[in-house]
């Protein structure tokens, strides 16, 4: 059973920082394009970053580009997105999503599996 499990959530004050893991089991794992999404209180989910199989080419969102990194270790199946400067407006829970589609990597509906998702609060 694919699993994606997310970890790194917590409190934070605006202008500190995370770091989030997702750990990927039952995928090849260098064989999908990771991603990161979040979902704040009354919003819809919506996309933060993604990084290719192999060539470790990256996307991010406007709002984050500069403060977030993501990042993958295919020796251990881990996707990362660190996290710096971080603002209140960026309280969500956090969402690990994995696709072996070509597309839009922005797009919710290109991934297959999903993670449970963890929240990250930064307080003002």
């Known amino acids: 059973q694919v699993q994606l499990v997310e970890s790194g959530g917590g409190l934070v004050q605006a202008g500190g920082e995370l770091t989030l893991s997702c750990v990927v089991s039952?995928?090849?794992?260098?064989?999908?394009?990771m991603g990161w999404f979040r979902q704040a209180p009354g919003k819809g989910r919506e996309f933060v970053a993604a990084i290719l199989r192999s060539s470790g080419v990256t996307y991010y969102e406007d709002s984050v580009k500069g403060r977030f990194t993501i990042s993958r270790d295919n020796a251990v199946n881990t996707v990362y997105l660190r996290m710096n400067r971080l603002k209140p407006e960026d309280t969500a829970v956090y969402y690990c999503?994995?696709?072996?589609?070509?597309?839009?990597?922005?797009?919710?509906?290109?991934?297959?599996?999903w993670g449970q998702g963890t929240q990250v609060t930064v307080s003002s």
């Open positions: 999503a994995a696709t072996s589609t070509s597309g839009n990597v922005r797009l919710l509906r290109l991934y297959d599996y």
């Open positions: 039952e995928l090849i794992f260098d064989h999908y394009v």
